[in-house]
Each structure stands twice: as C-alpha cells, then as structure tokens.
C-alpha cells in the first residue's frame, strides 16, 4: 500500500478526515495566545486588580501550632534596642523585665545608640535597678574617629560592655543617605582612622556588633522580581551612590584579617543568611567572627535543614538575638521556630517558615552558652 493512501484509510477507521495544511496550523496559533502558567491557563478576573502590596492569602492548611511560652533555656538577647523597644522611663525598663521574665530571656544587651552624656544617662537607667539584667553597649563616635578610641574608654569606665551595633549599609559609619559624604570621605570599617579604635575594643575585652551591608536583595531591582516584600522596599539600595553588596562584604573580611585580636559579632548573620555554604566559609577562615541571627528569623526558617545543620555545626559562634522589640509574642515567636517542629509558620516575608525543631545542645549554646564566652564577663 502506498503510505498516502494507508494515512486516508487509516483516518478513516479513526472517524476523521484529513485536514487541509492552513487549518492544521490553527491549534499552533491559538497555544501562542495562550497564558500557560504553572501547569494552567491563566484567564482574566478580579485578582488582576489586586496590588502586590495587599497580597496576603489566608491558609487553609491545618497544622500543629506549637505554643512556646518559655525558651527551653534561659537565653541572653544579644541584639536589643533601647530606642526600638521604646524604653525611655524606669517604668518602661520595669515592664521589659516583666516580659522578660515571662519568656525566658535571662539578660538583654542594650544598643543604645549613644556616647557622651546620652550614654550615661542611659547606662544609669538600666544598670542601676537591674544590674544582672542588662548589658549597655556604646556607640562609637564616628565624626572624630582619632578620639573614638578615648571615649569608648570613657563609656567602658561608666558601664559600657560593648560597642554597637554599628552599622555601614554603603553611607560609612554615623552616614546615612541625607547626609551623605563624596564617597571617599565616608569611614568605612576596615578606615586605618580605626585601627586604635578596634585595638581599644581588644584590649577591654569587650566585643563589638557590627551591621555590614543588608539583606542581598536590596541591591536587586524592586520591581515583579523582587524577592522580599513591597513592605521592606525602603530599604533599597539600587542605584544609590553606594558601594556593592560585595565591596561592602569585602571591607568585612579585610577588617577580620586585620585585627585578629578583636572579637566581631557579624549581626542578622552577617547578611548572608541567603548562602549558608559561603558564610561556613567566612567562618572557618576568621576566628575572631560571631554572629548573630537577630531579624533573621525568615531566613533560617525558610531553610529549615540547611539552617539547623548550620547551628549545629557553628553553635559555639552563634548568639541568639531579636532585634525586634520586646513584646513577648515576638519572643515566643522565636522559640516556636526554633524549639518546634511546625510547619508553614506565617513569617514576614512571602515565604512561610518552618520550626529548625534544634537539638538540646544546639540550643543551650545558641540562647546563652556562646554569649557567655563571648560578652564581657564584667556584668555577666
Ligand atoms: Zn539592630
């Protein structure tokens, strides 16, 4: 049988006839105008209208919460605000307490933002009633950093346990975007203006927090591919006249190598929370580096394992802080995600969380252990 007619006959059992060569091209017209999307055609309604920034989908998933009232240990906040948590009366710092006692955090670090006058003032708010309950850090006097170094001294004999959190998104140190400095006069951390300073933190024995960079994706467009919500848009940085994410990562790892003797608390992990594997790296070349995994929650929790292996294998670098004010669901928030075992947490981000479900050591030496060798041991 010639094939031509063996196609017709067999069309023909089939119940169809051939079609003519334009209409056969038809169906491959209609896939081009089609909106394949996740496996579905994507068809026109309401939720066109709806803006990104209202987006948030109520879950019909039915999961174990886990409620944790208390920390399995008692922990040490190592990353707290006076500003941020409002505290401003003998009042307030009464009712921090309250809620401290209430979830278990035994002592919070206290950044209070200040040197001079601010700072003792207060130095004498937290320590005087509560001496065993805070620690007050320092922060550095970045306009005239050859006299950094005396005033830290200064803050250290009025209590002082600590500097930080200083923080370098790309303006320098005390910079910021309304005042910024030309490029080249900005004090960045690795600035040899402050090598007496980080030799003074040395030699008190005293650790120093520092804030380098932010979050990698506020060096990504804002726009359908932004990766964090349209709520932290503000604090973008594209396009700004600011050094990269990587350059600022790199004055980091020059100002480790450079004072060994120095111990640095890398706050939210350093940053780099996104890549674990390259921030093992950091870790293992530098000694003197800890960090801390305040406001970081959303990226240990949406890598459970990969984060749980982290803390396991660098517990004794790690330090448990929050950086998100003092109100005793925030804390237990934190317990839930690292204690338990639930899953699809609501978090901050787009992105659900999952609990690390930590073992006991692993725990015990991220709340308190590792800060207990790591903060001074004058007010501990
Ligand atoms: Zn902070």
Known sequence: MRPALFSILLLALLGCSPQPPAQQAQPKQESKQRNLKYGIDVQPGPMDSILLKDYAPESSLRVKETAVAKAMYSAIDVHTHSYMSNIKTAADVDAWVKVMDDVGIEKSVVFTGAI??????QADLFLSRYPNRFQVWCSMDSNNPENAAAELERCYRKGARGVGELSDKGWGLGGSEKKALPRDKRLHIDDPRLDAFWRKVAELKIPANIHIADHPS????????????????HFNMLGKDVPSYEELLASRDRLLAKHRQTTFIFCHLS??????????????????LYLDVSARDYELGRQPRAGRAFIEKYKDRLMF?????????MYRGWWRLLESADEFIPGRQWW????LELPAAS????????????LSSQGL
Do not use: I
């Not at 802080?321 to 669901?329: F, L, N, Q, R």
């Not at 659900?352 to 609990?355: E, F, H, S």
């Open 271 to 288: 940053n780099q929370g996104n890549d674990l594997a390259t921030l093992s790296k950091v870790l293992d070349a530098n000694p003197n």
């Open 352 to 355: 659900r969380q999952y609990g």
């Open 321 to 329: 802080g929050t950086d998100m004010g003092a109100e005793a669901h």
């Open 116 to 121: 001079g006058a601010e700072f003792d003032r």
């Open 363 to 374: 725990l015990k030496a991220l709340y308190r252990d590792t800060a207990l060798r790591v």
């Open 218 to 233: 506020c060096w990504r467009p804002l726009g359908p591919n932004q990766e964090r919500t349209p709520d932290f848009q």
